[in-house]
């Protein structure tokens, strides 16, 4: 395979609006749409394909880094085009690649379909901020309209820490530094301890993924800085556990109280697919740290008691997803089978939905299948 036709299989992607583009041996290309995949009908991919993809992903790092690994993370740009978070790893002694498409533009909260609860969120002046969710499910897009809400709103000092570099800001009224594992940095710790010295009000952390990462960005949340990351995790409830978890047990209470003064806000994302299928909205939930919320963090008989102060804080701008399943269902965004399939307590989510009656609401949209990419003319590749 060479450049040009590789070329034109990444624009195929952010033609049609793909989230990602597979290529492994003994498969056609699979694009994502919509959490569904996809073949397109090119061909058959042998492993010379993959490994000349390898090679022209690596041909333009400046690193000039070899084929000899077992997995890497770069990040990828078409000029003006689109960029790509790269994964490149063997399976069977091929090489397997995933490439995530990431639009040159950072979307806005209202582009996104996110509560207006986040624009609040992006104007503390220090504090923990923690977007969680599954992969795929819209972390990494929802920080970065974050980040660039402050970007666009205030005068600040932002470092971004990220393995590799997504979404590449543009300065707007805000001084941004955005610092690359591997390439500009070792490690998240180690870029973590410089940030520090680097007279920043903003820390974005990309990920959270050992106790090293989550004990110094707790602790420049601490120093007073405004510190924002992503973990792996489902709702509000699983995320304090994992973060706890992280440190040996001994340690545990300390931490617990460690967050609670300094956890400010977690939001947590599930991507549904929409009434008409043509398209994806997110589920959020969405926690703020009050008094009793922190005594819900220290005691870990309590956490589980989070998602009920959750959902009685929406004066405080607070909800739970299946509130806002409820919001989804009423402003049509939404199916009624979705709402039911997302919802964490199904049982007591359709007794909402018969108390309310919105169960026998709008007629559901007819589900379109997804249909395959056409391509006209092979050749052209």
């Given at each position: 395979?060479?450049?040009d036709t590789l070329?034109?299989?990444?624009?195929?992607?952010?033609?049609?609006?793909?989230?990602?583009?597979?290529?492994?041996?003994?498969?056609?290309?699979?694009?994502?749409?919509?959490?569904?995949l996809v073949e397109?009908?090119?061909?058959?991919?042998?492993?010379?394909?993959?490994?000349?993809?390898?090679?022209?992903?690596?041909?333009?790092?400046?690193?000039?880094?070899?084929?000899?690994?077992?997995?890497?993370?770069?990040?990828?740009?078409?000029?003006?085009?689109?960029?790509?978070?790269?994964?490149?790893?063997?399976?069977?002694?091929?090489?397997?690649?995933?490439?995530?498409?990431?639009?040159?533009?950072?979307?806005?909260?209202?582009?996104?379909?996110?509560?207006?609860?986040?624009?609040?969120?992006?104007?503390?002046?220090?504090?923990?901020?923690?977007?969680?969710?599954?992969?795929?499910?819209?972390?990494?897009?929802?920080?970065?309209?974050?980040?660039?809400?402050?970007?666009?709103?205030?005068?600040?000092?932002?470092?971004?820490?990220?393995?590799?570099?997504?979404?590449?800001?543009?300065?707007?009224?805000?001084?941004?530094?955005?610092?690359?594992?591997?390439?500009?940095?070792?490690?998240?710790?180690?870029?973590?301890?410089?940030?520090?010295?680097?007279?920043?009000?903003?820390?974005?952390?990309?990920?959270?993924?050992?106790?090293?990462?989550?004990?110094?960005?707790?602790?420049?949340?601490?120093?007073?800085?405004?510190?924002?990351?992503?973990?792996?995790?489902?709702?509000?409830?699983?995320?304090?556990?994992?973060?706890?978890?992280?440190?040996?047990?001994?340690?545990?209470?300390?931490?617990?109280?460690?967050?609670?003064?300094?956890?400010?806000?977690?939001?947590?994302?599930?991507?549904?697919?929409?009434?008409?299928?043509?398209?994806?909205?997110?589920?959020?939930?969405?926690?703020?740290?009050?008094?009793?919320?922190?005594?819900?963090?220290?005691?870990?008989?309590?956490?589980?008691?989070?998602?009920?102060?959750?959902?009685?804080?929406?004066?405080?701008?607070?909800?739970?997803?299946?509130?806002?399943?409820?919001?989804?269902?009423?402003?049509?965004?939404?199916?009624?089978?979705?709402?039911?399939?997302?919802?964490?307590?199904?049982?007591?989510?359709?007794?909402?939905?018969?108390?309310?009656?919105?169960?026998?609401?709008?007629?559901?949209?007819?589900?379109?299948?997804?249909?395959?990419?056409?391509?006209?003319?092979?050749?052209?590749?």
């Amino acid at each position: 395979m060479d450049r040009d036709t590789l070329h034109r299989l990444l624009r195929l992607g952010i033609e049609k609006g793909a989230s990602d583009i597979h290529f492994q041996v003994g498969y056609l290309p699979l694009y994502r749409f919509h959490g569904e995949l996809v073949e397109l009908r090119y061909k058959v991919l042998t492993p010379a394909d993959t490994e000349a993809i390898a090679n022209l992903l690596l041909a333009d790092d400046p690193y000039e880094r070899s084929l000899d690994f077992d997995e890497l993370d770069l990040a990828f740009e078409l000029p003006g085009e689109g960029r790509f978070r790269v994964n490149i790893s063997r399976q069977r002694r091929c090489f397997n690649i995933v490439l995530r498409v990431i639009p040159l533009s950072i979307r806005s909260f209202e582009e996104l379909n996110l509560p207006g609860s986040l624009r609040e969120i992006t104007r503390l002046q220090r504090g923990y901020v923690l977007v969680t969710g599954a992969t795929g499910n819209g972390k990494s897009t929802t920080l970065a309209s974050m980040i660039n809400e402050i970007n666009r709103t205030r005068k600040a000092k932002i470092i971004t820490i990220e393995d590799p570099i997504e979404f590449v800001f543009a300065h707007e009224r805000s001084i941004i530094t955005q610092r690359e594992i591997g390439t500009d940095t070792r490690s998240f710790p180690d870029a973590l301890h410089a940030a520090l010295r680097q007279d920043p009000d903003v820390i974005m952390v990309g990920e959270l993924r050992d106790l090293e990462t989550v004990d110094t960005s707790l602790k420049a949340a601490e120093t007073g800085h405004l510190v924002f990351s992503t973990i792996h995790t489902s709702d509000v409830v699983s995320t304090i556990n994992r973060i706890v978890s992280f440190f040996p047990s001994e340690e545990q209470p300390q931490v617990r109280a460690r967050l609670a003064d300094n956890l400010k806000a977690v939001i947590s994302l599930r991507l549904l697919t929409n009434k008409k299928r043509d398209g994806r909205v997110p589920a959020v939930e969405v926690m703020r740290t009050t008094r009793t919320i922190q005594e819900c963090i220290k005691d870990p008989g309590r956490t589980a008691e989070l998602t009920e102060f959750i959902a009685r804080g929406r004066s405080e701008l607070m909800q739970t997803f299946d509130q806002h399943l409820l919001d989804l269902l009423r402003a049509s965004k939404i199916s009624v089978e979705t709402a039911l399939q997302a919802a964490s307590n199904p049982a007591d989510f359709q007794t909402k939905l018969a108390l309310e009656g919105d169960a026998d609401g709008a007629p559901e949209a007819e589900e379109k299948p997804l249909e395959p990419i056409e391509i006209e003319d092979d050749s052209r590749f």
